[in-house]
């Protein structure tokens, strides 16, 4: 019997990058595949057009639903008001002076205004959220590729997460360990459903619903997708963020790694 099982969209993904990682770095170091990969991603232009090339392929893309599927009510979870006192006279104008600050390993640090995003190529999905407490909605989402912010930016070579910090406390505590953040591997914010949006379902993104700026990441579980998103940073290591576990729900137990 032939097994017509397909192999894994992990399995699929390592395998293409690391023909992949043969050309583009034959002979060298003693990098593990999934490092070799991520060097991949982000040396040289065309090394990046060929692996957005696999990436493409339908086996790694979440599904897209149709306009008839969006949910009627979209929930809203965790966080829905911040009380931030900077995001509350942010909302007050409108976020006319909000600015995205990107920083950390990159080679120009830069802030976006709301109207460079939406200056900038946009990409709208329909896609199903799950949330880890067990509930799914179907939206429609707009806005641009995190992977165009990080390519302008330019990511140093020592940089291999991406972390995005909110505008809310999720969790009052002393240390300041109760704000919302998450991080993200460079595959997942390369990839081209990752999305920093300010629409969804054809409007201006609300406030319970991450105004004026959350992530998708489609292939990922609700907590992966910071809502009222105040910077972008590169990292490293997130060992000394928060309580080192790379986001708020990590650090209080949930996977880091929360593909669906
Ligand atoms: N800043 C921030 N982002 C967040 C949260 C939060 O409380 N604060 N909750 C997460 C969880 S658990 C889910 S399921 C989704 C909910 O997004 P929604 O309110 O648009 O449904 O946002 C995620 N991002
Ligand atoms: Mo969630």
């Known amino acids: 019997m032939i097994d017509f099982k397909r192999p894994s969209r992990r399995a699929f993904l390592f395998g293409a990058a690391s023909s ?27 090394m990046n ?31 829905t008001n ?9 909302a007050e104008n409108g976020f006319a002076d909000w600015r995205l600050k990107v920083g950390g390993l990159v080679e120009t640090p830069r ?8 200056a900038m190529p946009s990409r709208t999905q329909i896609t199903r959220h799950d949330c880890v407490e067990g509930w799914s909605c179907i939206g429609k989402w707009t806005g641009v590729q995190l992977a165009a912010v990080i390519q302008q930016v330019g990511l140093k070579p020592s940089a291999r997460y ?72 590169a990292v490293e290591s997130f060992a000394d963020l928060g309580r080192g576990r790379g986001g708020f729900w990590e650090d209080r137990g949930y996977d880091w790694y929360a593909g669906i």
């Open 20 to 46: 992949l990682g043969a050309l583009a770095l034959a002979g060298c170091d003693g990098l593990s595949q999934s490092d070799r990969f991520r060097k991949v991603l982000y040396t040289g232009e065309d």
């Open 49 to 79: 057009r060929l692996v957005q090339r696999a990436l493409l392929s339908p086996a790694t893309m979440a599904r897209e639903f149709a306009e008839a599927d969006i949910s009627a009510n979209f929930k809203a979870n965790g966080s």
């Open 82 to 90: 911040p009380e931030d006192p900077a995001y509350r006279a942010l």
């Open 111 to 118: 802030d976006y205004a709301l109207a460079d995003l939406r």
């Open 162 to 233: 991406i972390v995005l910090t909110c505008a809310d406390e999720l969790e009052k505590t002393l240390d300041g360990t109760g704000r919302y953040y998450e991080s993200i591997d460079l595959e997942d914010a390369f990839h081209p459903q990752t999305i920093l949006a300010y629409d969804m379902n054809g409007e201006t993104l609300s406030i319970p619903h991450g105004a004026p700026l959350r992530l998708r990441v489609e292939r990922q579980l609700g907590y992966k997708m910071p809502k009222y998103v105040m910077r972008i940073d």
